[in-house]
């Protein structure tokens, strides 16, 4: 199956912001209480510090519940 893909023109985002992005959840402040009950992970690593600056590669995979996105780098 295809998963949804979100085309990102900056090479670091924060995790909250990324979770956002992905609509995810609507709030930076649901986002964090995701990452801080380790609901979160970024190609199959948990993220536990909601401050943390996410480096995207080529393909990057958001894993959150039932939620699971690919984020793209793409150049500006």
């Keep these: ?5 979100l085309e990102i023109n900056t090479e670091s985002i924060n ?3 990324l979770i956002v ?3 995810i959840t609507d709030s930076k402040s649901q986002a964090k209480r995701l990452v801080q009950q380790s609901a979160v992970s970024i ?12 480096q995207l590669g080529e393909i ?6 039932r939620h699971v996105y ?5 150049p500006k």
Excluded: A, F, H
């Excluded at 199956?1 to 893909?5: K, R």
């Excluded at 990057?60 to 519940?65: A, D, L, M, S």
């Excluded at 690919?70 to 793409?74: D, L």
């Design 60 to 65: 990057t995979v958001i894993r959150c519940g």
């Design 43 to 54: 190609n199959n690593e948990k993220i536990t510090d909601w401050s943390k600056q996410i």
């Design 1 to 5: 199956t295809q998963l949804p893909t």
């Design 70 to 74: 690919q984020v793209k780098y793409v």
């Design 21 to 23: 992005q992905c609509k």
């Design 15 to 17: 995790i909250l912001d």
